[in-house]
């Protein structure tokens, strides 16, 4: 086992050594050059490969396959895309938004699909998913999203709960209702991405490890540049990186690098779990605008994230701010307010990584024809599914086929860019604050602080 297993549960228990592959040593031509082993890198490489077996395909990855965000989240491989389904409609129109969120539930049986038949120990388990309104302050969101899916056709796939019919599922306290998708699944992060990346090697991709790009070009030749030399592609380059995205100069305010947290307990005995109920495993969260995100592991522990480690100026991402004790401490106390008898339990990890925010929360597949640089990135939390829609429609865009899906509303497009500091750090300190402000006053029922309906306005998505 090497270092990398702190960097999460996941890896801990990802079921392999850790030990980085070959590292690029000299420069070398091949078709598709991707930055970045996380999903987005590894299902475009998939996909490609799938598609023409005789492409060279290489991934250049900084660390080891499944460092960053797929090797440390949450689990949910869910529908859920990160702009809501009310914005999609509100942006792109009916149509369009439908296509995108259909596109979204087949992902997730994709996902398992493709586990399934490249033998990825990834312990795909369709448990669905609940959106509780926890507090009565959330019954009018739960409302809300449920009347936008049925706008858009949807309604049969997330119904209402009651209280009732949510504590028959799970025992939370202060449940008033929920929204239920029985199409989503939770994962193994790790598993999945190590299982991945091996599946991309036996379909003749390569993966260097222990080699950072430090900088790229695009046109006639474009290439990835690295300190052993540089990967120069043929048809094209893929700029897969996520948050750490922004620690390109080119790139550095495509993307704004949040952290999100995690807690984890022990494994919960039999007569504990009777208690609780939750025995289909659904991927459970509530409205918060902090976000909070739980999940019952195939092992019998609880998850519990949380967001809320500050921004830090200049979008810095460095592996303290994996650890912020104030965040860790609150998911911990969450765990006990959620589930009163679990009082006394014992957690065993902690651990957190940074998400890659767009200004507008919109995921940008893109691929130019003329740069030939293609990206797939933005997912802010959403992205264990979304990584592998954007993988086949970034593998379709860079071989020019046409299967419907480069013209949903993700494709081909970008975010404007993060404004520039100090003001980013303003801003961002601001809503962060905000957020938490608004949430501790609904949660002990206070009246909503006075700039509450201005930061909800901003952070509509
Ligand atoms: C704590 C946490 C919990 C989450 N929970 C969920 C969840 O439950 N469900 C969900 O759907 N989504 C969740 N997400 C989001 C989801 O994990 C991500 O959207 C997804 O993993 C993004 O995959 P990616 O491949 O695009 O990025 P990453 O997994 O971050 O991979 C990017 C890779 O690129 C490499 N890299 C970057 N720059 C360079 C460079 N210059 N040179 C070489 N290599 C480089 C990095 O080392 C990294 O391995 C969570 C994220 C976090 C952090």
Redesign the pocket.
């Known amino acids: 086992m090497t270092g990398y297993s702190k960097y999460s549960f996941w890896l801990e228990t990802a079921g392999e050594d850790l030990n980085p592959r070959p590292a690029l040593e000299h420069s070398a031509e091949v078709d598709v050059a991707i930055?970045?082993?996380?999903?987005?890198?590894?299902w475009t490489a998939y996909y490609l490969l799938r598609e023409n077996p005789r492409l060279h395909v290489a991934v250049?990855?900084?660390?080891i396959?499944?460092?960053?965000?797929?090797?440390?989240?949450?689990?949910?491989?869910?529908p859920?895309f990160p702009v809501t389904s009310a914005m999609l409609e509100q942006r792109y129109g009916r149509e369009p938004a439908r296509a995108l969120l259909t596109a979204m539930y087949d992902t997730v049986d994709e996902v398992g699909r493709v586990t399934d038949e490249e033998r990825i120990d990834a312990r795909f388990y369709m448990g669905g998913g609940l959106t509780l309104a926890r507090g009565k302050h959330q019954i009018s969101s739960i409302q809300a999203s449920r009347a936008a899916y049925e706008r858009l056709g949807l309604g049969d796939r997330n119904q209402l709960l009651s209280a009732e019919e949510t504590r028959e599922r799970v025992k939370v306290t202060d449940v008033h209702g929920a929204l239920y998708t029985p199409r989503s699944a939770s994962v193994h992060?790790g598993r999945l991405?190590r299982g991945l990346a091996r599946a991309v090697e036996r379909r003749g991709g390569t993966i260097y490890e222990q080699?950072?790009?430090?900088s790229f070009e695009g046109g006639s030749a474009p290439r990835l540049f690295t300190r052993a030399g540089e990967l120069r592609a043929k048809i094209g380059i893929v700029l897969?990186?996520?948050?750490?995205?922004s620690?390109?100069p080119q790139l550095h305010r495509a993307l704004m690098p949040v952290?999100?947290?995690?807690v984890l307990t022990a494994p919960l005995t039999e007569a504990q779990w009777s208690g609780i109920g939750w025995q289909n495993r659904e991927?459970i969260s509530s409205n918060r605008l902090t976000v909070d995100?739980l999940?019952r592991t195939a092992d019998g522990r609880i998850l519990f994230?949380s967001r809320g480690a500050p921004y830090v100026f200049g979008s810095k991402i460095s592996d303290e701010q994996d650890r912020h004790e104030q965040t860790h401490a609150r998911a911990r106390r969450a765990v006990v307010e959620w589930f009163p008898s679990l009082e006394g339990i014992s957690f065993t990890h902690a651990?957190?990584?940074?998400?890659?925010m767009p200004r507008d929360w919109m995921p940008a597949v893109a691929f130019d024809p003329s740069s030939r640089i293609g990206t797939?990135?933005g997912?802010?939390?959403?992205?264990?599914?979304?990584?592998n829609l954007a993988g086949r429609i970034l593998a379709n865009l860079i071989l020019g086929k046409k299967t419907g899906l480069e013209a949903l509303p993700m494709a081909q497009r970008r975010s404007r860019n993060w404004e520039a500091e100090p003001l980013r750090w303003l801003a961002v300190r601001y809503m962060q604050g905000a957020f938490a402000r608004i949430d501790e006053a609904a949660e002990h029922g206070r009246t909503p602080p006075l700039d509450a309906p201005i930061a909800e306005l901003i952070g509509k998505h």
Do not use: D, H
Request: proline share 3%; hydrophobic share 30%.
């Open positions: 930055l970045g082993a996380g999903y987005s890198g590894l250049v990855e900084k660390e396959a499944g460092f960053g965000a797929s090797g440390r989240n949450g689990g949910w491989c869910s859920k992060p991405v080699t950072e790009v430090t897969a990186g996520e948050a750490y995205l620690r390109l952290y999100s947290l995690i991927s995100y999940t994230g651990w957190g990584g940074p998400l890659g797939a990135r997912y802010t939390g959403q992205g264990v599914a979304t990584t």
